[in-house]
């Protein structure tokens, strides 16, 4: 079967706290998922990971600018958008490519984050982002 891409990408672009029950018809019991913080292995335990994602943060969104498909497999470019307290409020966004297999019934069994935790996230931080900004400077050529 061939994976519906597009409704798989309009579930993420819409998601909400509601919608994460829903990740059993897009996501295979035993999926794999890893990003820069987690990595895990089950429908259940991805849930977990998007069930904390709202506690964390508030109006997330995600939009997909970019798609790659071959076969089996797509690669997806996206920016992810969000407030949180620890940026004050003021909404922040990051960029990031994830890679998706899938499986024979054309759901995801595999899915991995590529992303800049230093650049997307640590640097944009209020008390450790003039660390890192210090460091990105003494190491720039």
């Known amino acids: 079967m061939t ?24 996501y295979t019991d035993d999926a794999y998922f890893k990003d820069p913080f987690n990595e895990v292995r089950g429908v259940a335990a991805v849930q977990a990971i998007f069930v904390h994602m709202f506690r964390q943060v508030r109006e997330p969104r995600f939009v997909v600018g970019e798609r790659l498909v071959g076969g089996d497999a797509a690669m997806l470019a996206w920016d992810f958008s969000f407030r949180a307290t620890v940026f004050r409020g003021r909404q922040e966004t990051m960029r990031g490519v994830t890679h998706l297999r899938f499986a024979a019934d054309g759901r995801v069994a595999y899915h991995r984050d590529y992303w800049d935790a230093a650049e ?6 209020p008390a450790i982002g003039c660390v890192m900004r210090g460091l990105r400077r003494a190491v720039a050529a």
């Open 3 to 26: 994976p519906d891409l597009d409704r798989l990408v309009a579930f993420y672009e819409t998601l909400t706290v509601a919608d994460v029950a829903r990740f059993p018809e897009f």
């Open 120 to 125: 997307e996230l640590y640097m944009k931080l």
